[in-house]
T-cell receptor, first 113, second 108 residues
Framework: DADVTQTPRNRITKTGKRIMLECSQT?????MYWYRQDPGLGLRLIYY???????NKGEISDGYSVSRQAQAKFSLSLESAIPNQTALYFC????????????FGDGTRLSIL | RKEVEQDPGPFNVPEGATVAFNCTYS??????FFWYRQDCRKEPKLLMS???SGNEDGRFTAQLNRASQYISLLIRDSKLSDSATYLC?????????FGAGTTVTVRA
């Protein structure tokens, strides 16, 4: 079983719809992250959380919100999806130490029509 | 200016060849350095951390030059399975900055 699990794996939806992407992990890591990846660009950080009561905006948080329901769960919501949010989304985790590598889920391929 | 810049390639090499490529980073305060591998838009997977003294993991050798702010990756005796996009990643505490990747294709 994957250590970092994302659902759904693929989603096609229409402009204006609310969408939730979910991430759960069994690694016991405190830190969780949401990224998006677009062709020709590096991964960009949307939101991150260091523990259940800690939520922080990343470099491209506009149009997104998150919820850290438990140490193991971190969900990303698009309140009103727009076509330029079509991308590959990754959840990642790392332990609480500084300068540690991050471990990624399988990704969610999201298309907004 | 991008925080991490990579030559996108592609580097097209025959099996058994050696291939090497670099990335540069702009933040001199960066503290951690990694190479990740990504296959066909799947999840990035950690290939290796990069240390100031340079380090090797099997056929892969990584070097860090802090003075010139670049990181290199060398792959010896290339295998077909090495075909992938290699992401240069630079970190400062929790924050990782990702390059857009260098594509390597190994042909039979």
């Amino acid at each position: 079983d994957a250590d970092v699990t994302q659902t759904p794996r693929n989603r096609i939806t229409k402009t204006g719809k609310r969408i939730m992407l979910e991430c759960s992990q069994t690694k016991g890591h405190d830190r969780m992250y949401w990224y998006r990846q677009d062709p020709g660009l590096g991964l960009r950080l949307i939101y991150y959380s260091f523990d259940v009561k800690d939520i922080n905006k990343g470099e491209i948080s506009d149009g997104y919100s998150v919820s850290r329901q438990a140490q193991a769960k971190f969900s990303l919501s698009l309140e009103s999806a727009i076509p330029n949010q079509t991308a590959l989304y990754f959840c990642a985790t790392s332990d609480g130490s500084s300068n540690q590598p991050q471990h990624f889920g399988d990704g969610t391929r999201l298309s907004i029509l | 200016r991008k925080e991490v810049e990579q030559d996108p390639g592609p580097f097209n090499v025959p099996e058994g060849a050696t291939v090497a490529f670099n990335c540069t980073y702009s933040n001199s305060a960066s503290q951690s350095f990694f190479w990740y591998r990504q296959d066909c838009r799947k999840e990035p997977k950690l290939l290796m951390s990069v240390y100031s003294s340079g380090n090797e993991d099997g056929r892969f050798t990584a070097q860090l030059n802090r003075a010139s702010q670049y990181i290199s990756l060398l792959i010896r005796d290339s295998k077909l399975s090495d075909s992938a996009t290699y992401l240069c990643v630079v970190g400062n505490d929790y924050k990782l900055s990702f390059g857009a990747g260098t594509t390597v294709t190994v042909r039979a």
